[in-house]
């Protein structure tokens, strides 16, 4: 049976990615200039270094790939994530049950609420 072990995103700078993902997931880190991982049991979430990185648009429909997390209490979540240093962009196209963050190098990620 085939896994997926990691998913890669491109960046700036990986060791300020992992940092912010570490505070908003935990799990252990392995780190280079280039490249980051953070191990969270079941695969890792990584950050490659691309010369020239520009973050995706939004609310432009060519956005990148996302993460999404769930979460208990939807508002306290986003708080704690706007203060560990993630944005809330203005356009938030999910009412009461989700909002769309932007981590510290403009990567979306919406946090859910669980249900």
């Known amino acids: ?3 997926i072990s990691a998913f890669v995103i491109d960046c700036a700078a990986p060791d300020r990615l992992v940092t912010f ?3 908003v997931l ?7 200039p280039d490249f980051s991982s953070l191990n969270t049991g079941r695969m890792s979430l990584s950050f490659q270094r691309v010369d020239g990185y520009r973050p995706p648009a939004w609310p432009d429909g060519g956005k990148h790939a996302h993460l999404d997390l769930a979460v208990d209490d939807l508002q306290a979540a ?3 994530l706007v203060s560990l240093g993630a944005s ?3 356009h938030q196209p999910g009412g009461d049950g989700w ?3 932007r981590d510290p190098e403009g990567h ?3 946090v859910a609420q669980n249900s």
Do not use: A, H, I, R
Request: aromatic share 8%.
């Open 21 to 23: 993902y570490q505070k």
């Open 108 to 110: 979306l990620f919406c």
């Open 78 to 80: 986003v708080d704690e």
């Open 26 to 32: 935990g799990g252990e880190v392995s780190s280079d």
């Open 1 to 3: 049976m085939n896994t």
């Open 99 to 101: 909002v769309v963050l």
């Open 88 to 90: 809330k962009p203005e």
